[in-house]
Antibody, heavy 118, light 110 residues
Framework: DVQLVESGGGLVTPGGSLRLSCETSGFNFDYTSLNWVRQAPGKGLEWVASFSHVGDIFYADSVKGRFTISRDNAKRSVFLQMNSLRVDDTAVYFC????????????WGQGTRVTVSS | FVLTQPHSVSESPGKTINISCTGSGGSIGSNYVQWYQQRPGSAPTLLIYEDDHRPSGVPDRFSGSVDSSSNSASLSISGLKTEDEADYYCLSYDAGVHWVFGGGTKLTVL
């Protein structure tokens, strides 16, 4: 079975940093694009970042320059380093697979909650 | 590129509902549209991909379409069941913003 397990969320003050991790199993990690998607409390889904299996990296404008996505194929994991956090970064962060790089987000983790507050 | 969905829709069990996803600032017909279902407290699940294809396991009560003339996509759910109550999101691609979700539509089956 495919599994994605996010971790690393928590409470942080504005301007602080957090590093999210998403550990995976059950699919061909090396040939799958990985994404981070977030959902602010009571709000809709927002795509955050993508790291394709061929090394292409993309970010939403709202996080560009502050967040960094990375992946470790040996550990079958994707990470999201979040710096200069703002109150409006408060959200549940999901990782999701996209095997065809077509928006086909076929597997999702359960999410990890990030709260940015003073 | 922005995808606009109605905030909420409601319909009775057994009926058919259509949820629209209208593009602005770009052509929705230029790239595929996906649809996701999200039940409260759960992660989203893929419902429709490449405009009108269903992943295995998704009932054929769910269907998708794209109308380039109105720059919109539509998710249709027939034979509504109370279990279909959820939030529904469209997703598409734009070279300027990469992936973009619609704002989501809350479906109530009453």
């Amino acid at each position: 079975d495919v599994q994605l397990v996010e971790s690393g969320g928590g409470l942080v003050t504005p301007g602080g940093s957090l590093r999210l991790s998403c550990e995976t199993s059950g699919f061909n990690f090396d040939y799958t694009s990985l994404n981070w998607v977030r959902q602010a409390p009571g709000k809709g889904l927002e795509w955050v970042a993508s790291f394709s299996h061929v090394g292409d990296i993309f970010y939403a404008d709202s996080v560009k320059g502050r967040f960094t996505i990375s992946r470790d194929n040996a550990k079958r994991s994707v990470f999201l380093q979040m710096n200069s956090l703002r109150v409006d970064d408060t959200a549940v962060y999901f990782c999701a697979t996209d095997p065809y790089i077509t928006g086909y987000f076929d597997h999702w983790g359960q999410g990890t909650r990030v709260t940015v507050s003073s | 590129f922005v995808l606009t969905q109605p905030h909420s829709v409601s319909e009775s069990p057994g009926k058919t509902i259509n949820i629209s996803c209208t593009g602005s600032g770009g052509s929705i017909g230029s790239n595929y549209v996906q649809w996701y279902q999200q039940r409260p407290g759960s992660a989203p699940t893929l419902l429709i991909y490449e405009d009108d294809h269903r992943p295995s396991g998704v009932p054929d009560r769910f269907s998708g379409s794209v109308d380039s003339s109105s720059n919109s996509a539509s998710l249709s759910i027939s034979g509504l069941k109370t279990e279909d109550e959820a939030d529904y999101y469209c997703l598409s691609y734009d070279a300027g913003v990469h992936w973009v979700f619609g704002g989501g539509t809350k479906l109530t089956v009453l």
